[in-house]
């Protein structure tokens, strides 16, 4: 997995994204609390950074179009944005009615408006997600951006990269 180049290491990453290191327990627990296993990809990439704002935070879609990403949550309940914090997976499924497929990941800078989730329609609770888009605006159209979670954070690309 392409780890290179992309966090932003700032007072507000570390404030509102970045959660303290996680054991075994607290992962089983974040897992039971949720309702679903963690892809070992994304444990991983939390084992070294556990969350934060993104550097490489475009995901290109075709030629003409991409989504672009605020931050992604750390596994853990203190932080804003973790996945089980306040602003974590359980308060967009309730409080904003997306669908509940899975588990909400990565913000956008909408205002709450689209989500990042890991989707596990197809794979059920213990598989492997695909990664998707959701446009709360668009009626919750669900857009696939990878079938893996490795997979989408190799497609995240720097603003450079995508030369918007």
């Given amino acids: 997995m392409n780890k290179e180049n992309l966090w932003i290491e700032s007072e507000h990453s570390t404030e509102y994204y970045v959660s303290e290191p996680f054991d075994e327990k607290m992962l089983e627990e974040i897992e039971m609390e949720l ?22 935070c475009f995901f290109k879609l075709d030629e003409d179009s991409y989504v672009k990403l605020t931050g992604m949550y750390g596994i853990g309940r203190e932080k804003t944005y973790s996945l089980c914090g306040s602003y974590g997976s359980k308060f967009w499924i309730e409080e904003w ?15 709450g408006h689209e989500k990042i989730f890991l989707d596990y329609r197809e794979c059920g609770r213990e598989g492997e997600p695909r990664v998707v888009h959701i446009d709360q605006e668009l009626d919750y159209e669900i857009t696939i951006l990878a079938n893996t979670f490795e997979e989408f954070v190799n497609g995240l690309c720097t603003e ?4 918007i």
């Fill in 35 to 56: 309702g679903y296993k963690l892809p070992k990809s994304y444990v991983e990439l939390m084992r070294e950074h556990n969350g934060g704002r993104l550097k490489r």
């Fill in 97 to 111: 009615e997306y669908p509940d497929i899975g588990v909400a990941i990565c913000d956008c800078p909408s205002a």
């Fill in 160 to 163: 450079e990269e995508i030369e």
